[in-house]
């Protein structure tokens, strides 16, 4: 059990440019690179994999948990928590605990140049933060404008397969999809995640699947056996890069274009 009495601390000035910093999310950690903060970092979580100076980082948790003796040790003075993929009671002993804690989960494709300029200003790289920002503002805003006035898409984005799982309103795939100016087939879904059958997506006539890379998800499901799907008939199914598309990064540029492409192919058929 930690000491509380021990190891609480005041919150970390905000005026002073943090220097030993924690980030509880693969998403995190590319940000602070992107805006020339990755050498501050002293520890993250699993599956925090770029760039790859990133490998070299130690690990003190992931979605399971936080090693809290670990964060006392490295004495950080930021944490860069992530509310939908750290445990809500770890986030909240760490705030217990007097941590200088930021969370960072953005929800849409706008939120990551804004949280790109906050981080900035946490680690006073507030000039290259900027810098980023506005360039992946300019990128987003030029796929938008390109895709809009062309024919929408019926999209199946088929999240996993066993059990079968897609995307809805207000996830934040449905935000990449909405970019490139697809039809997500099941937007009205009743939850963000929602599990669905097969047979629901028959009754979508979805023009394009579009899966992970991840081999389990891919194998999961044999789309040739329905080719009453136009998506299956047409040979649209496209696996694209689940990092590049799941993660809240600069690099999730590459992934909505990524998609955009796959919707491109099937517009030209």
């Known amino acids: 059990m930690v000491n509380k009495d021990i190891v609480n601390k005041a919150l970390v000035d905000k005026s002073i440019p943090a220097k030993r910093v924690i980030a509880l999310s693969p998403h995190a950690v590319e940000m ?7 050498e501050t970092i002293v520890a993250t979580t699993d599956h ?10 130690p690990s003190i948790g992931g979605y399971y948990g936080i090693q809290m003796e670990r964060v006392i040790e490295l004495n950080p003075d930021l944490i860069v928590v992530w509310e939908s993929g750290n445990k809500m009671e770890d986030i909240g002993q760490l705030k217990q605990l007097g941590f200088n804690v930021f969370n960072s989960d953005p929800k849409s494709l706008d939120d990551v140049a804004k949280e790109l300029e906050q981080l900035g200003e946490l680690t006073g790289n507030q000039q290259q933060a900027k ?26 984005y088929q999240l996993w397969s066993t059990p ?28 963000e995640y929602p599990q669905i ?21 891919v194998i999961g499901v044999d789309w040739s056996t329905w080719p009453e799907l136009p998506a299956v008939k047409n040979n649209h ?33």
């Not at 602070?32 to 990755?38: K, N, P, R, V």
């Not at 996830?171 to 099941?186: D, K, L, Q, R, Y």
Request: charged residues 20%; hydrophobic residues 45%.
């Open 32 to 38: 602070l690179y992107a805006i020339g903060a990755g």
């Open 48 to 57: 925090a994999d770029f760039p790859e100076q990133a490998k070299n980082i």
């Open 131 to 156: 810098r980023v920002a506005n360039d992946y503002r300019k990128q987003l805003s030029l796929i938008r404008s390109e895709n809009q006035q062309k024919p929408a898409v019926k999209v199946f």
């Open 237 to 269: 199914i496209y696996q694209l890069n689940a990092d590049l598309l799941h993660r809240a990064s600069p690099r999730a540029i590459l992934g909505v274009q990524a998609l955009c492409d796959a919707l491109d192919n099937v517009r030209a058929q």
């Open 164 to 191: 079968l799982m897609t995307v809805s309103k207000g996830s934040w795939i449905e935000h990449i999809i909405s970019a490139c100016h697809g039809e997500n087939v099941f937007i009205d879904a009743a939850s």
């Open 197 to 217: 059958s097969v047979e629901n997506v028959l009754l979508t006539g979805a023009e394009v699947i579009l899966q992970s890379q991840d081999e389990g998800n």
